[in-house]
């Protein structure tokens, strides 16, 4: 299936395709379109662009979105996860994970190295995410681990 979303990814446009192509569809395509396109009239289900059901709605940023449309969310990494990268997101939202700020941080690094070469930022950042999901696992196994019954 194709997915769409706006050119010159960073933080979201890099974290909803790691996403995707983890827990959706393993053989989506990514286009890449100008910001100024309109999502209605695009070949492919649109995601973090203005007014999208996969975008930033209801307090959410796009990767909690997909989370929630795609009935993820009993997934408690992904959660932690989404935490992190809404928070990487939406500068304004930083404190909710403490690793929020390093995430941006680094997808900026990301951006900078790349430009404006979409599928070569995607394929690069694929393994930083796969991190991240681990740590977050980890941190779900320790919280769980603290809060069991001996």
Known sequence: MKWVTRENAHVERVACPWLILRFIDNEAEFEF????????????????????????REGRCSFESILSEYNLTDNEALVMMGKIIHGADIPID????????????????????????????????????????MYCQERVKKRRNLNSVF
Do not use: C, N, W
């Not at 379109?33 to 930033?56: K, Q």
């Open 33 to 56: 379109v100008s910001r100024h396109s309109d999502p209605s009239t695009l070949d492919g289900i649109p995601f973090d662009m203005p007014g999208v059901l996969l975008g930033h």
């Open 94 to 133: 930083d404190d909710l994970a403490e690793e929020s700020a390093g995430i941006r941080a680094i997808a900026f690094g990301y951006m900078f190295k790349y430009g404006l070469r979409d599928h070569e930022k995607l394929a690069a950042q694929m393994e930083l995410y796969d991190a991240l999901y």
